[in-house]
């Protein structure tokens, strides 16, 4: 390899490929030579596989045999900070290199040329017949200035059908072409009048700013009360890396967020970003990749996998909502996207603002150490105030059975619809029912693939697992003891609610958000501008509608169990609890008439309950944190979790115990065992989970001792392990 990391033809290379294989193998540098890091496709036995140069050869056998890389692929190198990335995130994570490398180049065909596409563009022609269908499609292209749209954006915009466009294709009115789709993303300009800041905003966007300039990697923690203008002080972050001729990433965490969020940043930059999600087509994915390698995006708006995407230049990562667990990635590679994010960062120089109203307690405690930068921004946005908060004390309601809206919250609702004002009913259970009971013969249905009960779904008029999503029709007769029309349902999932709110408000328009009610991001979407616009009395949603959405109209929360998750054995229930109490209750009063949050509980006096309802966060979190000191758990001592699985659950468990019993590697560093033990889940898919948890001190090698205690292990037949560092539950 030449000091400028060229390899000349017939020069042995290393390559890493997408192949579950431990090593790298070695290939001849093809005709012409290749780079390091350059993406090859190279001969694996009778295949073709995508790998990266990775390093010169190790060499060390017969030469003459040695096969050589097929093509170069047309894309941009992987760059050393990439390399040093992927390597660091599979030490943390204890993930094979070869995972690493496929979570990096999930875009497939990506050395191919870009395909093709219709496009469609005004036209000479004129139509014989003009209809309103007609008018609508020519303004919408008269009004972008001869923008390409494809055939669907079109009909969408405009309102039509397909055929309407096609129409007016063969009268020669509108013009259809070829372009090739993967285009540059359209030039954002930072320099557009953003909005005028209030003096908390702007001194948050100056310090944020300063620090960009630095041109050093740093983390802030950007801490908002909901509609305190997080978003703004961000995208002027975002503006600035702009400016630097760096690029920026935005993660968010539900793609329900991004279709409002996308029309902000239309608003500021005067074009749309990149997206990055799980929902797009293999194509857009090809784009996206392909563009921020050459840098023709400059600001891509994803999920957390957005992260392994090849930034040129990566000057500034937003992690927005940060606490939410969905960062989290738990199959495949486990990997914190947060955290990974500051990783990331750290590396390539890069500034990372994690946003949010209800911080993780691990931000928190960064900050609190003076890892982070924390801003806060107190107050929300013009004339909004925060909403009050307030207990309703279940013990003293007069409730009928079989119902959950208390008299005190019906009231409330009643006068909201008075005024002509939305009331949010939020439960946090999806489905009809959480539990279908014999009445007969006391059994409860349970799915028979996972440890884990069916959930009535009236809409869909089936029984669903929502573990393994299996389901199936609701029985006449118990599966159980057969006896027929005892079948009932016990507790309330978000549709029995609305059953009840039905019942309860015949008057109101009532409308249900829930993940399993729409078919595609597209329908949810559309749906929540309905909502936004007004168009509904009372909103029943499960968690879906704690995140970011802006209902200017909503004005009650009523939080149907605010009990319902205090009590898991996970020691993050209190944090979760607190987190997303706070998040739905910042839904209400956004605009200028004031909101209230009503909270029904049975412990109105629980700790928790109190920090919730007083806001005293910073008391809330200093308990918490002195709690998880003493366990000596995250983020003061660091864990993880092993799950063996298997289809019988005696040898897992003897493994398990196995590896228990021979803890040398962890007791080296100070670390304890814990388990085995059934996992939170005890079985999923038909596979049953055991689970050991390892806890050990801050600062210890926790990786290398696992590593050296999985080792030895021979795992037969179709026995599984995985490692989850730093897992959600503990
Ligand atoms: P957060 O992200 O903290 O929840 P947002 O950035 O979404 O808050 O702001 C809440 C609402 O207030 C949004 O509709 C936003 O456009 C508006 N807003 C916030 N700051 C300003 C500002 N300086 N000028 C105009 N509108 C603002
Ligand atoms: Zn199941």
């Known amino acids: 390899m030449s000091a400028n990391g060229f390899f000349d033809q017939g020069e042995l290379v290393a390559v890493l490929t997408t192949q579950p294989l431990d090593r790298t193998l070695d290939y001849k540098a093809p005709e012409g030579g290749c780079v390091l890091g350059a993406f090859v496709e190279v001969p694996l036995g009778p295949r073709k596989v995508l790998g990266v140069v990775w390093g010169p050869g190790q060499g060390g056998f017969d030469l003459s045999k040695a096969r050589s890389v097929i093509r170069v692929l047309d894309v941009a190198p992987m760059r050393e900070e990439m390399r040093v990335f992927l390597e660091k995130v599979a030490d943390y994570t204890l993930t094979p290199m070869p995972a690493m490398l496929r979570l990096a180049t999930r875009a497939p065909g990506l050395g191919d040329p870009p395909s093709m596409r219709k496009v469609y563009r005004p036209g000479e022609g004129q139509p014989d017949r003009m209809t309103d269908a007609r008018a609508r499609v020519l303004g919408v292209l008269r009004d972008y200035g001869g923008l390409a749209f494809t055939l669907t954006e079109l009909a969408e915009q405009a309102g039509v059908t397909s055929s309407v466009v096609k129409g007016l294709v063969q009268q020669g009115a509108v013009r259809e072409e070829d372009s090739p789709r993967d285009l540059p993303y359209p030039h954002l300009d930072p320099d557009l009048p953003g909005k005028d800041l209030t003096a908390d905003q702007a001194a948050a966007v100056e310090r944020l700013q ?20 997080k978003t703004e002080v961000y995208l002027e972050a975002v503006a600035e890396a702009l400016r630097m001729g760096r690029q920026a990433l935005v993660l968010l965490p539900e793609i329900a967020l991004t279709a409002e969020f996308l029309t902000r940043v239309e608003a500021r930059f005067g074009a749309r970003p990149a997206e990055w999600h799980s929902g797009a087509t293999m194509t857009e994915r090809r784009r996206v990749w392909r563009m921020v390698g050459q840098g023709n995006a400059q600001l891509v708006v994803g999920a957390r996998s957005a992260l392994f995407l090849p930034f040129r230049d990566l000057g500034l990562v937003v992690v927005d909502e940060e606490h939410d ?33 209800t911080p993780s307690l691990e931000s928190w405690a960064n900050a609190d150490a003076g890892k982070y930068e924390r801003l806060d921004l107190t107050s929300r946005f013009g004339a ?25 919250l019906r009231q409330a609702v009643q006068q909201r619809i008075e005024k002509g004002e939305q009331s949010l009913l939020f439960i946090n259970r999806r489905g009809y029912a959480p ?7 006391g059994e409860q249905i349970a799915c028979d693939h996972c440890d884990a009960r069916m959930v009535e779904h009236r809409f869909l008029k089936r029984l669903m697992c929502h573990q393994c999503g299996e389901t199936k029709p609701m029985p006449e007769a118990c599966p159980s003891c057969g006896v027929e029309g005892k079948l009932a349902p016990v507790g309330p999932g978000i549709e029995r609610l609305a059953e009840e709110a039905e019942a309860t408000f015949p008057e109101a328009n009532i409308a249900m958000l829930s993940s399993d009610l729409f078919g595609s991001a597209r329908a949810l979407k559309a749906k929540i ?41 996970d020691l993050r229930a209190a944090e979760r609890t607190f987190q997303l109490m706070r998040q ?28 919730i309802l007083s806001g005293d966060e910073e008391g809330f979190w200093k308990a918490e944190a002195a709690g998880r000191q003493a366990a000596g758990v995250p983020p003061y001592g660091r864990m993880a979790g092993i799950v063996l699985s298997g289809p019988e659950v005696g040898p897992v468990f003897d493994i398990g115990n196995a590896m228990a019993r021979n803890d040398a590697p962890l007791r080296a560093i100070g670390a304890q065992v ?30 290398d001792a696992i590593a050296r205690w999985i080792a030895p292990l021979r795992l037969k037949g179709d026995i599984r392990l995985t490692v989850d560092i730093d897992p959600q539950s503990f």
């Open 210 to 229: 300063a620090g960009q300039r630095t041109g050093d990697y740093g983390t802030t923690l950007l801490k908002g009360v909901t509609g305190s203008g």
């Open 435 to 441: 539990v279908t009971l014999c009445r007969a013969c």
């Open 325 to 357: 667990t969905s960062y989290k990635q738990e199959d495949g590679v486990h990997y914190s996207a947060r955290d990974m994010a500051v990783l990331r960062s750290a590396i390539c120089g890069a500034r990372v603002i994690l946003a949010s109203a």
């Open 529 to 569: 501008e309905e909502i936004a616009a007004g168009d509904a009395d009372i909103i029943i949603g499960t968690q879906l509608v704690a995140k970011g959405h802006n209902f200017p109209k909503l004005t009650l929360v009523g939080v149907i169990d605010a009990d319902l998750s205090l009590h898991g054995a």
């Open 674 to 703: 814990f388990g085995p033990a059934p996992a939170p889940i005890a079985r999923i898919r038909g596979r049953h989970r055991v689970r050991l948890l390892v806890k050990a001190p801050k600062g210890a090698p926790i990786q």
């Open 584 to 611: 739905v209750a910042g839904r209400a009063g956004r605009a200028d008439k004031p909101g209230q949050a009503l909270l029904q509980t049975f412990q109105p006096e629980h700790p928790v309950i109190r920090a």
């Open 384 to 408: 909004a105030v925060l909403p009050e908060m307030k207990p309703i004390d279940m013990r003293a309601e007069q409730m009928t059975p079989g119902t959950w809206v208390s008299p005190s």
